[in-house]
C-alpha cells in the first residue's frame, strides 16, 4: 500500500508546514495505520532546535505519530470532515534524538473507541529502533460541534 501526500490531505485537516505525514504505507481503517516523515535539514524547526545540533522537537514526533493514528480513524467514510482531538497523553517516553537524514517510521494502534472517544498507542522507530512511544485519548467532533 502506497498513499501518498494529495491523498492523506483527502482525509486529515492538517496541511503544511503542520501536515506531518508524507506517506501511508499501511492501513486498516479503525484499527491501525504506519506511516512516513523523512525529517529534512530544510525544516523551520531545525533554525531555532537547535543551531549547530538540529534535534526534531519532541512534541512534533508526538504530533506526527498522532496524525498517523488520526489517518486510521478518520479514513472510514462515515469520519471525513471531523477533527481528531487530543484528550490527554499518557505513558510518553523518547528514547533517541531524531535528526535531519533520518526516516520516522510511526505505528499507530487504536486500543479502545466507544463511541467518539477512544485511545490510540503510536510508536516511532528510526532504523528499527524505538525513539518514541505513547499513549494519546482522542475525540472524534465535527468542526461545528465545537
Known amino acids: 500500500m502506497r498513499i501518498d501526500i494529495p491523498e492523506i490531505e483527502k482525509v ?3 496541511r503544511p508546514p503542520f501536515l506531518l505525514i ?3 504505507i ?3 481503517p479503525m484499527k491501525y495505520a504506519v506511516g512516513i516523515k523523512n525529517i529534512s535539514i530544510n525544516e523551520d ?3 531555532g532546535h537547535f543551531p549547530g545540533h538540529p534535534i526534531m522537537p519532541g512534541v512534533l514526533i508526538l504530533e506526527a505519530m498522532a496524525q498517523v493514528g488520526g489517518f486510521a480513524l478518520l479514513y472510514p467514510a462515515e469520519n471525513r470532515g471531523k477533527l481528531a482531538y487530543f484528550g490527554g497523553m499518557d505513558n510518553v517516553k523518547f528514547k533517541k534524538p531524531v535528526v535531519p537524514g533520518d526516516q520516522l517510521i510511526m505505528k499507530s494502534e487504536i486500543v479502545k473507541i466507544r463511541g ?3 485511545k490510540v498507542h503510536c510508536e516511532g522507530f528510526v532504523d528499527d529502533k524505538l525513539v518514541a512511544q505513547g499513549d494519546f485519548t482522542f475525540a472524534l467532533q465535527k468542526p461545528e460541534n465545537l
Open 45 to 47: 524547526q531545525f533554525r
Open 116 to 118: 467518539d472517544f477512544g
Open 22 to 24: 508524507d506517506r501511508i
Open 12 to 14: 486529515l485537516p492538517h
Open 26 to 28: 499501511e492501513l486498516e
